[in-house]
């Protein structure tokens, strides 16, 4: 999946839980937000993880402006069938 740029907390979630879903080999078996077990549903390769610093932003100017808060967190992706996530992204909350 690509680091978050430009979209809701929300989006965000939704495309983390999309890709959980579609990647768990084993459903009933995984701990929620456990990556360890997650494989590309492409190609099945054990999928990879990347550090990404999200800075938070102000979702009621239509620019990224924020007060400077930043966290990091990992991106999941394929390294065979995805670029490597970018290193830093944004959420507008
Ligand atoms: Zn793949």
Redesign the pocket.
Known sequence: MKTPQRITVHEFAMQLSECVRRSTTRPKLIPLWSFHHLA?H??N?KLSTATAHISIHDARFPNCVGDGQVFMTEIIF?Y???PPPEPYGCLHV
């Open positions: 590309c492409l190609c390769a394929c065979r069938c995805e």
